[in-house]
């Protein structure tokens, strides 16, 4: 009964390839997000889908390319990975209108460029 | 836009001792809100406490509390009676009601309880 739920949980590959994170919700939630967190552990949102719909892409190179085939799953696509990409990748979602409902997290996907 | 100072990078605490996480924020919007997450070595983000700019009350939580001083655009988090659980990376976060509900994160504090 996971509520956000990525995959993989670890993901190892060589510098210039391309890979990609599912991110699933069963919450009901119509916007979801992903959030990039470095080595140092600073969080930082990277784009926000609101059914859908991008509504946030914060200069994010466009390497990167979210796509949501519906409201319950962002999937998040690298290509031409480079070692500045090694980070934590954390999908969350979220209900509009409900500021006071937190944001829910996956469990994030640590991605490792050799 | 939004800002979140944390200036504690780590915190080294006695089990059982309260302990105080500051935040300070910036924000020209007048309705936020303002979270406060727990993050254990294992890596997920877990959510603890939740306080709303137009709020007049400090929220609690169970051992959670949030010290809300919204003239000095504070949230301190207060976690009572602390657990060796409880050592974690602790972020404090806001968003905006308007527009897209992004949270902004603070750079986090390191929680160590010892026994």
């Known amino acids: 009964d996971t509520a956000v739920s990525q995959t993989p949980k670890y993901l190892v590959t060589q510098m210039g390839n391309d890979k990609s994170i599912k991110c699933e919700q069963n919450?009901?939630?119509?916007?979801m997000y992903w959030y990039k967190q470095d080595s140092k552990k600073f969080l930082k949102i990277m784009f926000s889908?609101?059914?859908?719909?991008?509504?946030i892409n914060e200069t994010v190179p466009n390497r990167f390319s979210p796509k949501s085939p519906d409201k319950a799953h962002l999937n998040l696509h690298i290509n031409s990975l480079e070692l500045g990409d090694s980070a934590v990748y954390f999908c969350?979602?979220?209900?509009?209108?409900?500021?006071?409902?937190?944001?829910?997290f996956g469990d994030g996907t640590r991605l490792s460029i050799l | 836009a939004q800002k979140i100072t944390q200036t504690q990078p780590g915190m080294f605490v006695q089990e059982k001792e309260a302990v105080t996480l500051d935040c300070t924020y910036d924000?020209?919007?007048?309705?936020?809100?303002l979270f406060w997450y727990k993050q254990p070595s294992s890596g997920e983000m877990i959510f603890l406490i939740y306080?709303?700019?137009?709020?007049?009350q400090n929220a609690t939580e169970g051992r959670y509390s949030l010290n809300f001083q919204k003239a000095r655009k504070s949230a301190n988090l207060v976690i009572s009676a602390s657990q060796l659980g409880d050592s974690a990376m602790y972020f404090c976060?806001?968003?905006?009601?308007?527009?897209?509900?992004?949270?902004?994160f603070g750079q986090g504090t390191r929680l160590t309880i010892n026994p």
């Open positions: 919450l009901g939630h119509d916007t």
């Open positions: 969350a979602s979220s209900q509009t209108g409900s500021i006071k409902q937190p944001q829910h």
């Open positions: 889908y609101n059914n859908k719909e991008l509504i």
């Open positions: 976060a806001m968003t905006i009601i308007q527009g897209a509900q992004k949270l902004v």
């Open positions: 306080q709303g700019s137009y709020d007049q």
């Open positions: 924000t020209s919007d007048p309705s936020y809100g």
